[in-house]
């Protein structure tokens, strides 16, 4: 195509932010609008106004919110980008705790002098983007990609270390780049989180999206620190203009495997079995069953009996644990704050992993063990409503087993 468009989608809570990028020659255009109450408006409604508008390309680009994004960092592995995003099927539940089927994913390499080499994997809730889809595709704006929105602003950076924050009811996002390439992307969930991540990667300019700059004055204690205020279009912007670059051209978490078809003549045999199967062998098959369960029946009848008759032996013991339970009460009411956090933390780690020590200081913990999946221990505790700021203190380490050790700290809310 020799003079390229697209149109970039963004969401601004319930409003639609639509922006169409333009290139002709070395010259680009755009220009960007706003529907108002976009996701509470009916197919008629939304018709009409897309119908104000002449659109016609159908290179159409989302980009969606970091906040609604499950997104886990990793260092490069050994294999390159493309036979890790080929095998990530097979073990993507161990780095986001979701199965395939329940999210769409992909993944985006990052080197950096500084921050190294690594790899981000973005994933979406199946549920939550499919709502959004089929709501652009009754106003004729079903995109043909999905791209994360930290992704989308590598256009509009320039080639220092920028960082760009974006306001989303009280907590924040907050990615980092490096000449133009994403080098961390978080989430912060009050102020003072935030003015740590910009103290300890003090970026040479700031960009902030959904909040004015008294906003976050307090939170600059570097005076050189360029800081400007972008409106609500830029991400939708970044993302059209992406498109027209094709610098993401691998990106796209709607990218899914298309299945092998089976052929006609197999479907018709493996049918004619089952029709085989229902006519001589399953009516067999069930008075056997039906026999097996009956004969099951009567033996566990007959051991059951001796339980019953030591039923009142039972209800001693019942009564001797009980006394003992109310000697641990007491215990309780003396160190109920930190038997609290005990269970809480006993609730938030999995099965599978051995809690080997764990330590409180004032409103702080740390905690070792080891298990199938450090990431996944850390994921848990992120979600837990008794914990924030939860990291690994190191590196996590495999043992002879093929389990991982880690140490994790956190703060107590």
Same mark, same amino acid.
């Given at each position: 195509?020799?003079?390229?468009?697209?149109?970039?989608?963004?969401?601004?809570?319930?409003?639609?932010?639509?922006? +169409?990028?333009?290139?002709?020659?070395?010259?680009?255009?755009?220009?960007?609008?706003?529907?108002?109450?976009? @996701?509470?408006?009916?197919? $008629?409604?939304?018709?009409?106004?897309?119908?104000?508008?002449?659109?016609?390309?159908?290179?159409?680009?989302?980009?969606?919110? *970091?906040?609604?994004?499950?997104? *886990?960092?990793?260092?490069?592995?050994?294999?390159?980008?493309?036979?890790?995003?080929?095998?990530?099927?097979?073990?993507?539940?161990?780095?986001? @705790?979701?199965?395939?089927?329940?999210?769409?994913?992909?993944?985006?390499?990052?080197?950096?002098?500084?921050?190294?080499?690594?790899?981000?994997?973005?994933?979406? &809730?199946?549920?939550?983007?499919?709502?959004?889809?089929?709501? @652009?595709?009754?106003?004729?704006?079903?995109?043909?990609?999905?791209?994360?929105?930290? $992704?989308?602003?590598?256009?509009?950076?320039?080639?220092?270390?920028?960082?760009?924050?974006?306001?989303?009811?009280?907590?924040?996002?907050?990615?980092?780049?490096?000449?133009?390439?994403?080098?961390?992307?978080?989430?912060?969930? +009050?102020?003072?989180?935030? &003015?740590? &991540?910009?103290?300890? +990667?003090?970026?040479?300019?700031?960009?902030?999206?959904?909040?004015?700059?008294?906003?976050?004055?307090? $939170?600059?204690?570097?005076?050189?620190?360029?800081?400007?205020?972008?409106?609500?279009?830029?991400?939708?912007?970044?993302?059209? @203009?992406?498109?027209?670059?094709?610098?993401?051209?691998?990106?796209?978490? $709607?990218?899914?495997?298309?299945?092998?078809?089976?052929?006609?003549?197999?479907?018709?045999?493996?049918?004619?079995?089952?029709?085989?199967?229902?006519?001589?062998?399953?009516?067999?098959?069930?008075?056997?069953?039906?026999?097996?369960?009956?004969?099951?029946?009567?033996?566990?009848? +007959?051991?059951?009996?001796?339980?019953?008759?030591?039923?009142? *032996?039972?209800?001693?013991?019942?009564?001797?644990?009980?006394?003992?339970?109310?000697?641990?009460?007491?215990?309780?009411?003396?160190?109920?704050?930190?038997?609290?956090?005990?269970?809480?933390?006993?609730?938030?780690?999995?099965?599978?992993?051995?809690?080997?020590?764990?330590?409180?200081?004032?409103?702080?913990?740390?905690?070792?063990?080891?298990?199938?999946?450090?990431?996944?221990?850390?994921?848990?505790?992120?979600?837990?409503?008794?914990?924030?700021?939860?990291?690994?203190?190191?590196?996590?380490?495999?043992?002879?087993?093929?389990?991982?050790?880690?140490?994790?700290?956190?703060?107590?809310?």
């Amino acid at each position: 195509m020799f003079f390229p468009k697209s149109i970039g989608l963004s969401l601004d809570g319930n409003d639609l932010i639509i922006s +169409n990028a333009s290139q002709k020659f070395l010259k680009s255009c755009s220009e960007s609008m706003v529907i108002k109450d976009f @996701l509470l408006k009916e197919p $008629l409604e939304l018709q009409l106004v897309i119908d104000e508008h002449d659109f016609q390309t159908k290179n159409i680009v989302l980009s969606w919110p *970091r906040e609604k994004t499950i997104v *886990r960092e990793i260092e490069l592995p050994g294999s390159n980008i493309k036979e890790f995003r080929e095998s990530l099927s097979y073990q993507l539940d161990s780095f986001i @705790l979701f199965p395939e089927d329940e999210v769409y994913y992909d993944v985006h390499p990052s080197n950096s002098t500084d921050y190294g080499e690594k790899v981000f994997i973005f994933a979406v &809730k199946k549920e939550e983007l499919n709502t959004i889809l089929l709501k @652009l595709e009754s106003a004729d704006l079903k995109p043909d990609r999905v791209i994360i929105s930290p $992704l989308s602003y590598i256009p509009l950076v320039n080639y220092a270390k920028v960082a760009v924050i974006e306001k989303y009811e009280d907590r924040y996002t907050f990615n980092l780049y490096v000449d133009k390439t994403l080098v961390s992307t978080s989430l912060a969930r +009050n102020k003072d989180s935030l &003015k740590s &991540k910009l103290l300890e +990667n003090i970026p040479d300019e700031v960009n902030l999206l959904g909040c004015e700059q008294d906003d976050i004055n307090d $939170l600059l204690s570097e005076d050189k620190v360029n800081v400007k205020c972008w409106d609500a279009s830029k991400q939708s912007l970044g993302v059209a @203009l992406n498109e027209l670059s094709e610098c993401l051209s691998s990106f796209n978490v $709607l990218k899914v495997k298309a299945k092998k078809k089976i052929p006609e003549l197999a479907a018709m045999g493996v049918l004619s079995i089952l029709v085989l199967a229902f006519i001589f062998i399953l009516p067999g098959i069930f008075r056997y069953k039906k026999e097996q369960s009956i004969q099951t029946i009567d033996g566990k009848l +007959n051991e059951m009996r001796p339980g019953v008759m030591i039923s009142s *032996r039972l209800k001693e013991e019942i009564d001797s644990v009980s006394g003992i339970n109310e000697n641990i009460s007491k215990v309780i009411e003396k160190y109920s704050h930190r038997i609290d956090l005990v269970a809480e933390l006993t609730k938030a780690v999995p099965d599978d992993t051995w809690v080997k020590q764990v330590f409180f200081k004032d409103n702080s913990f740390e905690m070792e063990g080891v298990g199938l999946s450090g990431a996944k221990v850390l994921t848990l505790l992120e979600y837990s409503p008794r914990f924030n700021s939860v990291s690994f203190t190191s590196s996590v380490v495999k043992d002879k087993a093929g389990k991982e050790k880690f140490k994790i700290k956190g703060s107590i809310k």
